[in-house]
């Protein structure tokens, strides 16, 4: 059957009969095919252009294979000289009449070639399946994830001078910010190094390697696409070609960030030559690196074919043999460019393995439901198989595959300045096809994604094909669909009705790629990076030294130039400066954002020495400015403007001197109750402590309104350490106080805010922890370091609290530190000796609780409960034990039955229990209210607190508000819910329950004290 095969003259497909092209083993075939592919080609297009239907005429479907085949072999320079070579041969045998024939095709080629129109490839795509109908199955930590990443400032050439390719054209730094930002988006690591991490143990799981990273004996090859250099490795050329800036980005990547050997990274084109333009640009920055190319010299290694390792499911005419580089590598890296091509539609991932086999057909862009080639190669274990990430390369872009690059229409008539990251091959290319025939309209190739289809489906093709290329039936190699439009550019997994393709544009938008509603930047230069930048003074942003992730576009603000924008979570950008002279600083950075979630922390090592919030300004381009306070040592060093959280701009950032100095609060004077004289007691002389310099609350005792969790306790804002901090719970307000163990002069507090910090609080001191005088307050704080000066006071107790939080964190300091003027001032009254005093018996209605704090307002004590202030749950001191109940003792004149009755307004009314030792059950505990004939329905807020009976602390639980009243006669019950509560433990404690009308007007509300939580258990 194969002997058969030699002699005939056209190639028949085995499945179908159908002719599908001439057949080169054919001598005579051969010999003869420029002539028929010529008129073939002629008859083609005067009968079908006029007409397209008539393409399914018989005779054309028997031409039109016929006229590719010649055409592709026309176009190609490599054509031309084997014609030219006839041409010489025929002549050197007296076959004149041949010869002549040979070179009137020759001269009609040529014009061809000159005259051709790049944008006029074939008739327009017309997918059958139509937008967002997803095939094949998903690949990729995020399954059919495709980054975008753009930049208009990546690519600038004006299209007239010098090469698109130089460094002044395609910025080095906006393209390296791309590709990290691109690799973090694609793994969703907060780091460079993690993304490669995330990268190879995806690859490594995904082939029977398990959880493993990337080992240093590990190899890569990487192919890129130098199609347009066929001349010599010397040949200078604006046709579009591999971006040298993008590859090295890449390799930067692999090698100083992901930790691979230069020598063992491979840079291939087995069928061109890599060009000085990229090969110098690369050694002078990686000299271990290898180039394998086509023809070898300079440098270059010839590439040597393996032997045979593509097994294709039909007979076809690419070649089943690759690079040996390719065979010895552990790992590929498919870096092909976004272009059209005048036979296949496209030349993206699949079609740049053209340039890994050793031989080509150019019957392309095939009939749907037809044999593909694509998908053997693309699924053999040493291409397709062995793919680490896919990378294309859409900077510039071109509207064919072998022009010089132009604008784009559909995006703005600008460059693409596009880079797209994959883990999923038929993804990326399906969203490359995308923006290809946005682009090319009318002139884009009918079937271009066919082979794409058989690629998802590979396990089920539509032809019937039964694809092993290595002997096992492939599973679906990825997943395609169409996008919903040209405009929005969204697949299924963006709009949340399939499982196909998710865009994710790096910068967290749709399109166009900078940030939602941020302008599309112009086309500028990254300037010239200056030296040590001098504080005080002024930084532009854009003048970093060092950047992970950012990316620069222009700004509307005052001024213009660039500001730096792209800012996502764990992006930094370092500046070199020289700090005159050590003090305090204020720093005003001058930001945008539609968000309200951007944190800038400025850093110096891994020491945090300023935050700031970026608000809601309004948009990208609205901007604002914001404040931190620091201090700073002089001289020589190097900040970090690092983005705790990410999504906004930044212009610049400036430094001043300053010192936070507030107008204090007047001292309010204390009413201090005098205490009994006791008989039989000696006060002896006290010596007044010695004076203390530094942090008075360094390591002292310190007490808090509430923790998120154990691990953010209060006494990490006294503790020194900076690394270690205490947060409060979710909600206003909050408070924290350091007891300094006896009274101080204090005149100074310095607080060092984290991200979530309070824009409206007050210092406050105090000499008793129950009565606070305000000596420091502010309503528009800005986090960072604060130092807040104030007029010296004596205290011995110093709180900052709380009443407006900047996130929907709570409060979290990492230092609290109190200074004193001078030390202990006054005479400390001494504690007074008992000299044999009998305890004496207390009488019931006489003995007091001692106030509780909550929040900065007394709580009425359980003797105060008789003056009808509050109501008090009285029962038996429970200790390790489930009680059936709490039952309420009616102790209060206004009661109806066993429900105690208030009047609910602005101010708080207050149940709480009895002295509980024992814990609660994690789990969901209610406050059930009653009302009682309400005027109007009111909003009214239920805290729950676990209390000290010393007052020194009182925890949030938890907190809700409702709507707690109807109208109409009768009682309503409103239902308070805690969801999800931890086990609750008191140890000579009470639980409190504070209500309070948030809105709305006063109205009645009773108690049902079994409906308190009583799920109390053994300690």
């Known amino acids: 059957m194969e002997e058969k095969r030699k002699h005939d003259f056209f190639q028949v497909c085995p499945k179908t009969g159908k002719l599908r ?108 399946e139509g937008p967002n109908q997803p095939m094949g199955v998903a ?111 890449v390799l930067k990547q692999l090698v100083n960030t992901a930790g691979v050997l230069q020598a063992n990274i491979t840079v291939y084109d087995a069928s061109r030559y890599i060009t000085d333009n990229i090969y110098n640009y690369i050694k002078n920055a990686f000299p271990q690196i290898v180039f394998v190319d086509g023809y070898g010299g300079n440098g270059r290694v010839q590439r040597v074919w393996s032997g045979s390792v593509i097994s294709y499911a039909q007979s076809n005419y690419c070649g089943d043999r690759i690079p040996t580089v390719v065979t010895a590598a552990n790992y590929l890296i498919n870096i092909p460019i976004l272009k059209a091509h005048p036979m296949a539609g496209v ?21 749907y439901n037809t044999y593909n080639p694509f998908v053997d190669f693309m699924g053999d274990r040493d291409l397709g198989g062995k793919t680490l990430i896919n990378i294309l390369d859409g900077l510039y872009g071109a509207k064919h595959s072998d022009t010089v690059p132009s604008k784009w229409n559909s995006l703005g008539n600008a460059w693409p300045s596009s880079i797209f990251m994959s883990l999923d091959q038929v993804a990326v290319d399906s969203v490359g096809v995308d923006f290809l025939n946005a682009e090319m309209g009318a002139n884009m190739m009918a079937n271009s994604d066919s082979y794409l289809h058989e690629e998802a489906l590979a396990n089920n093709p539509p032809s019937g094909a039964v694809y092993a290329p290595d002997g096992v039936r492939l599973g679906s190699l990825g997943v395609h669909e169409h996008w919903n439009n040209n405009t929005d550019k969204k697949y299924t997994r963006n709009l949340g009705t399939g499982n196909g393709i998710e865009l994710f544009t790096v910068g967290g938008t749709t399109s166009p790629p900078p940030p939602t509603g941020s302008p599309v930047p112009t086309a500028s230069p990254t300037p010239t990076q200056p030296p040590n930048k001098i504080i005080p003074g002024k930084i532009e942003a854009e003048n970093y030294d060092a950047m992970s992730g950012v990316a620069t576009e222009a700004t509307s603000d005052t001024g213009g130039g660039l500001n730096v924008g792209w800012i996502e979570t764990g992006d930094w950008m370092d500046y070199q400066v020289n700090v005159q002279s050590s003090g305090s600083y204020r720093v005003d950075y001058r930001v945008s954002s539609p968000n309200a979630t951007g944190t800038i922390d400025l850093r110096i090592g891994t020491a945090t020495l300023a935050s700031a919030v970026v608000p809601n300004t309004g948009g990208w381009q609205a901007w604002s400015t914001v404040s931190a306070n620091l201090n700073l040592s002089s001289g020589a060093q190097t900040i970090r403007l690092y983005a705790n959280t990410g999504g906004f701009n930044i212009n610049w950032f400036s430094f001043t001197t300053s010192t936070i100095t507030a107008t204090p609060t007047p001292t309010r004077t204390a009413t201090v109750t005098p205490t009994p004289t006791r008989s039989a007691t000696a006060t002896p002389t006290v010596a007044a402590p010695t004076p203390v310099s530094g942090n008075l609350a360094l390591n002292k005792s310190v007490t808090a309104s509430s923790v998120e969790n154990a691990g953010y306790p209060a006494s990490a804002a006294v503790d020194g350490a900076g690394g270690t901090r205490w947060s409060s719970a979710f909600s206003d307000p909050q408070w924290i106080y350091v007891d300094l163990g006896a009274p101080y002069s204090v005149s100074q507090v310095k607080l060092n805010w984290e991200a979530a910090h309070a824009t409206a609080y007050q210092i406050q001191i105090s000499n008793d922890a129950a009565a606070w005088d305000t000596v420091w307050s502010t309503t528009t704080g800005a986090g960072g370091n604060v130092t807040a000066n104030f007029t010296a006071n004596t205290a011995r107790y110093v709180r900052v609290y709380g009443t407006a939080r900047a996130t929907g964190y709570g409060y979290s300091l990492w230092e609290f530190e109190v200074y004193g003027s001078g030390g202990v001032t006054g005479t400390p009254t001494p504690t007074p000796t008992r000299v044999n005093t009998p305890t004496p018996t207390p009488v019931a209605t006489a003995t007091a609780t001692p106030t509780i704090s909550v929040t900065g307002t007394p709580i009425p004590t359980p003797a105060d409960a008789l003056a009808a202030t509050t109501w008090y749950l009285f029962n038996q001191t429970v200790s390790g034990v489930t009680p059936a109940g709490q039952n309420l003792q009616a102790i209060q004149n206004s009661t109806t039955g066993w429900q105690p009755t208030k009047t609910i307004s602005n101010v708080s009314g207050y149940w709480y229990s009895s002295t509980v030792n024992g814990t609660y059950k994690a789990g969901n505990w209610s406050v059930i209210l009653w009302t009682n004939n309400p005027g109007s329905s009111s909003l009214v807020k239920v ?25 109409g006669g009768g009682n309503h019950s409103t239902t308070y819910n805690f969801s999800n509560l931890a086990a609750v433990s008191l140890n000579n404690q009470r639980l409190l329950v504070v209500i309070t009308k948030t809105a709305g007007t006063d109205l009645t509300m009773c108690y049902n004290t079994n409906d308190f939580p009583t799920r109390l258990t053994t300690p």
Not at 68 to 90: D, E, N, P, R, S
Not at 190 to 196: G, I, K, L, N, R
Not at 347 to 365: E, S, V
């Open 139 to 249: 690949k990729g930590i995020y399954p059919g994830r495709v980054t975008w990443a753009r930049n208009l400032t990546a690519a600038t050439w004006d299209g007239a001078t010098g090469y698109w390719w130089e460094d002044r054209f395609s910025s080095p730094a906006i393209i390296d910010s791309m590709v990290s930002g691109s690799i973090r988006a694609l793994t969703g690591a907060t780091s460079d190094a993690a993304a490669w991490d995330a990268v190879f143990k995806y690859y490594n799981q995904n082939h029977g390697k398990g959880n493993v990273g990337y080992n240093t004996a590990e190899k890569i090859a990487i192919k890129i696409n130098c199609n347009n250099t066929r001349d010599s490795h010397a040949q200078s050329v604006n046709n579009i070609n591999p971006s040298p800036q993008l590859l090295m980005a």
């Open 943 to 967: 805290d729950l607190y676990k209390v000290n009976l010393d007052g020194s602390s009182a925890v949030l639980l938890g907190t809700q508000t409702a709507e707690a009243g109807t109208s």
């Open 21 to 128: 092209g001439i057949n080169f083993k054919n001598r005579w075939a051969k010999l003869l095919f420029p002539v028929l592919g010529l008129a073939a080609l002629i008859w083609f297009l005067i009968r079908v252009v006029p007409k397209p239907s008539r393409a399914g005429y018989p005779c054309q479907r028997v031409a039109a294979p016929i006229a590719a085949g010649f055409l592709a072999w026309l176009l190609g320079v490599t054509g031309l000289t084997l014609l030219f070579k006839h041409i010489t041969i025929q002549m050197k045998k007296t076959h004149y009449i041949v010869a002549i024939s040979l070179m009137i095709v020759a001269v009609i080629a040529t014009i061809g070639l000159i005259t051709i129109n790049p944008g006029k490839i074939s008739a327009a795509l017309s997918s059958p």
């Open 347 to 367: 030349t993206l991932c699949a079609k740049n393995h053209y340039g890994t086999i050793n031989g080509l057909d150019h019957t392309l862009a095939r009939p």
